[in-house]
């Protein structure tokens, strides 16, 4: 018993997490894979059009705003079937207002890859940035 009701909130979670990331509002466009939110930008590095393992990086400058922050970045990729879960590279704490992390793993030559950051709990996505 105990078994299965692990697997239906793991499953409840799940979906749970997937209408959130549905939802968040994406990030207005911007060249080079950037995207304006209401008080920064938000961006993504990396190369797309070629598969293999490359390094991505997503960044955020805080702007008109006072303090630093702590915020969670990541990517997210997709094809044109599927949407993967974003890959988290970790948290950071804004420095004179901005942060950045990155890490490698693999893209297939035809998937799309947009940047992805927590902050208080809402998720903020860049625009695809597609191959």
Known sequence: MNIRRSLGISVTVA???????????????TPAGCGDLSNGQLCVRG????????RFST???????RGEITVKLGSQRKTDR????????????TRNGYAKLSKRHHISR????????EYKRDIYFTKWRCP
Do not use: D, Q
Not at 47 to 54: E, I, P, Q
């Open 15 to 29: 979906a749970l997490l997937g209408t959130t990331l549905a939802t968040a509002p994406p990030a207005s466009a």
């Open 47 to 54: 190369r797309t059009g070629t598969s293999g393992n490359f």
């Open 59 to 65: 960044l955020y400058w805080r702007s008109g705003a």
């Open 82 to 93: 599927i949407i993967a879960f974003p890959l988290w590279f970790g948290s950071k704490k």
């Open 110 to 117: 035809h998937e799309c890859v947009r940047g992805v950051m």
